[in-house]
C-alpha cells in the first residue's frame, strides 16, 4: 500500500481493522455480522466501505484508523436498531476477516454524489421537496438515532439518477449527540 504522499509500506492490519469482540478503547459495540461474505458483494445491490486507510499515518499513535472506523461501526449499529429511513444509507452489517472488521456492507444508492450532479451544470427541479427530504434525513439521525453526521456536504449527499431523491451517506464523522469528536484524523 502507498500512503498518500509518500513511499509504499506495509500498514499493520490491527491498525487498520478492529478487532471482534470490538473493545472499549475502541467503541465497544455489538456488530452486525454479514452472513453471506465469503464472496465479494454483488456491486449492484452493496457498496464495500473500507477503512480510510489514506489517513494512516505510521508517526500517530497506532490503531488510529481502527479507532476512527470502530466509531463508524458502532453508529452505523445505533442507526440500524431504529426504523430505516428512505433518505439514509442503509447498512447490512460489517465483513469480518480473521477476527478483524475489514469492512462495513451499505446499501448501494443508484446516482451519483450532490456535488457531480451540480458541477454537470444538473438543476434540482424541485428544490422544496429535495430539502424537505434532505433535512427529514438529518433529522432522523438526530432526533431518532441521536447521532449528529458532522460531516454534510453535497460529496455524503447522493442524488437519484432522475435528480429528485438525495440520500446521506457516510457517517464516518458521526458521533451520538454531545460526544466530542476524535482528532486523532485530518
Known amino acids: ?7 509504499s509500506l506495509l500498514v499493520p492490519g490491527e491498525n487498520i481493522f478492529p478487532p471482534l469482540p470490538i473493545p472499549w478503547r475502541f467503541a465497544r459495540t455489538d456488530v452486525t455480522v454479514h452472513d453471506s461474505w465469503d464472496e465479494e458483494p454483488d456491486p449492484d445491490i452493496f457498496y464495500l466501505k473500507r477503512p480510510w486507510v489514506n489517513a494512516y499515518d505510521p508517526d500517530l499513535p497506532a490503531n488510529d484508523v481502527a479507532v476512527w472506523f470502530a466509531m463508524e461501526i458502532k453508529n452505523m449499529e445505533q442507526l440500524d436498531r431504529h426504523d430505516p ?7 447490512h452489517g460489517c465483513r ?11 446499501g448501494r444508492v443508484p ?7 451540480v458541477n454537470e451544470g444538473r438543476i ?7 430539502l424537505e427530504a434532505w433535512g427529514s434525513a438529518v433529522k432522523h439521525l438526530h432526533d431518532v438515532a441521536g447521532l ?8 455524503n449527499t447522493m442524488i437519484s439518477p432522475d435528480g429528485t431523491t438525495p440520500t446521506l451517506i457516510d457517517l464516518g464523522s458521526a458521533l451520538p449527540d454531545g460526544e466530542e469528536m476524535l482528532q486523532c484524523l485530518p
Open 124 to 130: 434540482i427541479k424541485d428544490k422544496l421537496a429535495f
Open 111 to 117: 446516482g451519483e454524489t450532490l456535488l457531480d450532479y
Open 96 to 106: 469480518v476477516r480473521k477476527g478483524r472488521v475489514t469492512g462495513l456492507m451499505l
Open 1 to 7: 500500500m502507498t500512503v498518500r504522499g509518500g513511499p
Open 148 to 155: 449528529v453526521h458532522n460531516d454534510i456536504h453535497p460529496s
Open 85 to 91: 429511513h428512505p433518505n439514509l444509507v442503509r447498512y
